[in-house]
Structures are given as C-alpha cells and as structure tokens.
C-alpha cells in the first residue's frame, strides 16, 4: 500500500503530463515551427549581413586601394611640386645671391679704385713735394736763375692787351703791372722787364713781390691775366696730368716716380697764360666773380680743388656762376681760373650701359668711364636742310600709342598727365621694346629720388635693356645748376651717337623739374621774373634743347634722335605756362588722364585729347589699315556714354554700340613692361574692328584678348611672321585673321570662356 501510495502522485503526474502533450501538441509544435521559422529567418539574415560586410570589406578594400593610389599620386604631384619649388627657390637663391655678388663686387671695385685714386693722389702729392724740395736746393740755383732770363727774353712774345686793361689805360693813361717772384729778381733783369712792358702797354707801373713757395721764375698780373712761368705752376700743372692721365689707366701696379721722373725730363717751363676771377658773393649755389672781361657764356671755370663753375650770367661789373658741386670750401676772395672750355660732357661707346650724373661722371660703382672724346652740352640743332621727314616708325609696343598716337624716328613726341598716372611706365616700356631694334636709348631722370631711378635702373637692367641704354640722373638732393644741365649733357651724348647714323631714343623725365630748377637759378642771378616768376627765355630753355631732335637727311648720315619729354600738370591743367610752352614746341602730345588710370584703364590715355602731327606718316600700311576708324568709334563711345549717363531707357542699337566701344577700351588696356609686337597689335586691332570682342562680357575681353594671342602665334605663325615683317594688310588676310579668330572664339567658349 505504501507503494502505491508512493508512485500515485508520480502516476498522477505522468497521466496530467500525457493530458497535458494530448491537448497542447498542437499549439506545441506550431510554436516549435515558429521558432525554427525565426531561426532560419534569423540565419539567413545573417547570412545576408555576411555578404553584405563582405561586399562592403571588398568596397573598403578598393576604396582603400584608390586612396592609396590618390595618395600616392598626391603625395608624388606635391614631393614633384616640392622639387619645383625648392629648384625655383634655388634658382632665386642663386639669382639673388648671384645679384650680391655683383653688388659686392661691384661695391669692392668701387672701394678699390677709390682706394687707388686715393693712394695715387697721395703718392702724386708726396713726389710732387719731393720734386718741389729738390728745387729749392742751392745746386738748382743755376737753373733757377737761367729760367728768369729765359721769361724775361720771352715775355714780349705773350703780352697781349685784354678789353679790361685798354679800359685802365683809357682812364688812368697807366697800367700796374705785378710781378712776383721766388728769389729777389737782379736789377738787370728787372729792368729789361720793365723795358718790354713799356713797349708793349706805354706807361706801366712794376709792383714786386718775393714768393719764395714759387721756387722759381716770374709770375706777371696784369689785370686779370696772368703770365705765369713759375716751378710752382709747373710742377702744379704736372700733377694735374699725371692724376688724370698716366695714373688712371689700365695697369694695376703703375710706377708714380716713373711716371713723374718722365714727365719732368720731357718738361719745358713755357709761359702759361691764363685769367683768374676773384669771388666776391657765395649764396645757394651761385657765386658772383670780379674780373675775366672776355670769359664767354657757358664758360667752365676752375676752383681750387675739383670744384668747377658754368658761367650763367655776363654783367657789366662781375659775371654770375652756378657751381657745379659742393662748395662748402669755398670762400668770399678766392681766385677762380678760366679754362677757355665750353661745358661739356664725355661720349662714346663706352657710355653704353653706363650710368652717369650730369657731368658726365660714372655714379654707378663699375669704374671710370675710358673714353677721349668730349662734346658741349649746347649745340646748335640741325638746320632744315640737315633734317629729312619723319616717315620710320618707332614702335612703343604699346597699342594706345602705336595705333592712335604714332611716333616716328627724329619725332618730339610731350607726354603730360598729373603725378602719378604712368608717364614714366609709358617711356620704360617704349625703352624696352627697342631691345634688338638697333636703337640705343637715353633716359635722363631730373629731380627724382634715388631710390626710383635705381628702381628703374634695375628693371631695365632685369630685363637687358641696359645693354642699350645709358641713364643720366640729377637725382632730387643735388643742386639746381645739375638739374638744369642733365638734359642737355643727356641730348650731348644722344647727338654723338645721331650724327655718326645711330638712331637714338631719349626720354627728359621731367622738362617740369628743370623749369623749376632755371627758375631757382634765374630768381638768384636776380635775373626779372615774368609770368609764375619763370624768366623770360624759359621758352628758348626748352626749344633749344628739344629741337636737336631730328632725323638726318642721307648726307649727314641719315641718323636720328627721338625725344619723349616728360611734363606734370596739375589737376589736369594743359594750359599752364609750361605745358603749353612745350606743347608748342613738340610734334604732338599723350595726354594721361586721372578718371582713366584710377578706373583701371591703363594706360591711361586720353585719345581725344592725345594726337601725333606726324600722323600716318609713322605707321606701316598694315597698321595704319588696321587702325580704321578706331579713333572715330572711340571718340563716338566717349560722347555716347556721357549723354546715356541720364537715360535708363536705350534702345537695341545703342546698347549695341556701348558694348562695342567699351570692348574697344578693355582692348587698349595693357600692362607694365609687356610691349606687343607689330603683328599682335594689328591681329588684336583687326579682330576689335571685327566685334569678335563684342560677343564675350567685358570681363572676358581682356582673357579673350591674350587667348586669341596665344592661338595665332600656335597656328598661323607664318601669317605672324609676315605682318612683323611689313606684309600689306589685304582683304584676304584680313578676312583669313577674322575667321581664325572666330574659330579660336568658339574653342575659348568651350573651354569655359562665355
């Protein structure tokens, strides 16, 4: 019973277990299929995530490989652009480094020939002194006292009467006479001197003076003229040559006794006659002298010292000199010597790539200038005989200008505008574009800083013009009588080249600066000021230099000298005394306007107010074809565009002709030294007057411009070869140029132009 009662419950739990499977088997195994069902959904979205990060593993790996490549490709384009640069960066390294060694040496050469000069005029002092020392000895005394005689015996050969001493001898009826000596002259000897200068003036005074620093011979004054035949002067004389002669050659070690010793055995103390001025007045640069009654204008005179003086103005009592240096040495009562030289300035050949002050002298650190030859800075201008029409073109490179305002070989062509509107740039490029044209250039620089003719200086020297060019700088520091002279020494050195058949392109930068300058000289000289208180030969002060200009005819050698002068106006004002001066006195002017250069339009031209009275006559057929009636369409733009300023209603054709002058005026628009040639100015002209331009916004024409450039030199070299060359502008190569530019119009489109 205990088993049973035992295994009942267990038996109980087996029968509610079966009833339990009985009943529920159903829902059992439908929840069972469930499962299974969610298992194997379940698997195979696993199965499809699987895939999935496996395609999307394969996707990394190949985006992966790709950056790897890009980087790769970037990392090899930026380590090549690195190479670039560091190889740039080397090569301006070197181009700097290249630039200081040639400034070091150039600052060493310098140093050393001033290091030589310096040691040559001391070891020419001490020698000279030397010299001086040995013949004052008493075994000299011989010759000493055979060289009186000797200027006794000859004296009568040089007496000659000045206009200052007829005038003493007209007044007083005598004439005093000075005589000095080193040693106390014999009494035989002193009278066969007075004898002489009574036959030669009539009644003379003789004032005697011992000197013994003159170590020997006699000096006479009589007036302002001077017979002198003294050691002293000699020996001056001597020392004077060999520091500018035997001393300043090409040998580096030259022996100074030697050069002395055999100047002195092939010396004769001949009679030097000569007159001297006494300085009565120092103040700003000019200086008044008594005496020297037949100096000449233009004179150089000769102070102590280097210091020398142009004789500016010829009074009745004294004379009035400019000085031509510094003159803090300078005293009221010294003497100053006539030289008998017209003022003038070195030339040649080896002025080329030079440059100079307005001496003439080499301001550049590359040694002295070795040339012989000299021409004054004033000169007569060819006579009109000498002169042959103007009828070669002078290409400036510059579209505004080449077109419309043509220049021609022997033209004086004004450039004015206000400060600072690109008169200098225009003058630069033309310089520069004359590289391999056989025209030498001159640029002459009046009263402007340092440190913008060295800029100038170095751009041209950048770009190989001053294998050409020779500048001539009176920069703003130095003195009046330098700025007044620096165009003339300029136009000097320009003529020398012209008169052997050079063709010369000179540049006054500016004519204003030199007004001012002669203004300054003529108030000191108290000269009477006329209108702006210039004097009254201001005219003459720039007709006399600008008409050298010329082209000569074939019998004088058929060379030329073009002048581009340079004028400052003030708020535009082309009717200011000086500007209208030099107006009329050129063959034309290029006005620069303010509204143009500061709207962009550069250069700034004004072309209605710009003209060539050379005309045509300065451009080749081609060109002059080309040009059409561009100056007309300009100057319609010009009038239309000031009347549409107060209509907003216009209508097509109006429209029409706006945008086509306004593709005109970005077309002239050009940039700082990038002269064109002849054949790109006549393809970017005849492609304007096509209205190829018109058909792109302004903001595209000047892309355009440079694009339909590029095309033509690519694919029609020939055609561009042969208009550089003068080949006439037909209609067939007209026609040939538009439909090349047309074509090249669409590819520019294409290739993201508009």
Known sequence: MEFLRAIGPVFNFLLLALALIFFTRKQIRKLLQERRDRIADALGRAADAQDQARHTAEDIAEAQQAADAEAHAQLAEAKAQAEANTAAADAETAREAEAVRRGVAQTEAQLRSDMEDRVSDAAIGRITAATAGVLAQDAFAPARAALVDDFVANIGAHLTTQPSDALALAETGTLTVEVEAAEPLPAAALDALKDTLTRAYGHVTCMTTVRPELIGGICLRIGDTHYDGTLRHALDLLEQDAANSALHTTDENPDLAACIRDRLADTHVAIDVFQTGIVTSLSDGICRVRGMADVMAGELLAFDGTLRGMVMDLGREDIGVVLLGPYGHLQEGDRVRRTGQIMSVPVGEEMIGRVVDALGRPIDGHGPIRTTERRAIESPAPGVIARKGVSVPLQTGIKAIDALVPIGRGQRELIIGDRQTGKTAIAIDAILNQKDTGVLCIYVAIGQKESTVAGVVQKLRDRGAMAYTTVVCAHASETAPMLYIAPYAGAAIGEYFMYRGRDVLIVYDDLSKQAVAYREISLLLQRPPGREAYPGDVFYLHSRLLERAARLSDARGGGSMTALPIVETQA???????????????????????????????????????????????????????????????????????????????????????????????????????????????????????????????????????????????????????????????????????????????????????
């Open 572 to 754: 535009g004002d082309v009717s200011a005394y000086i500007p209208t001066n030099i107006i009329s006195i050129t063959d034309g002017q290029i006005f620069l306007e303010s509204s143009l250069f500061f709207s962009g339009h550069r250069p700034a031209v004004n072309v209605g107010l710009s003209v060539s009275r050379v005309g045509g006559a300065a451009q080749t057929k081609a060109m002059k074809k080309a040009v059409g009636t561009l100056r007309l369409d300009l100057a319609q733009y010009r009038e239309m565009e000031v009347f549409t300023q107060f209509s907003s209603d216009l209508d097509e054709e109006t429209k029409n002709q706006l945008a086509y002058g306004q593709s005109l005026m970005y077309i002239l628009r050009q940039g700082r030294c990038s002269p064109l040639s002849q054949a790109q100015q006549i393809v970017t002209l005849v492609t304007a007057m096509a209205r190829i331009y018109q058909q792109v916004p302004v903001s595209q024409v000047c892309p355009l411009r440079d694009y339909l450039l590029g095309e033509f030199a690519a694919g029609r070299p020939q055609l561009m070869q042969e208009l550089e060359q003068g080949a006439a502008l037909t209609d067939e190569v007209r026609q040939q140029i538009v439909d090349f530019a047309k074509t090249a119009l669409e590819k520019f489109r294409r290739a993201g132009g508009r």
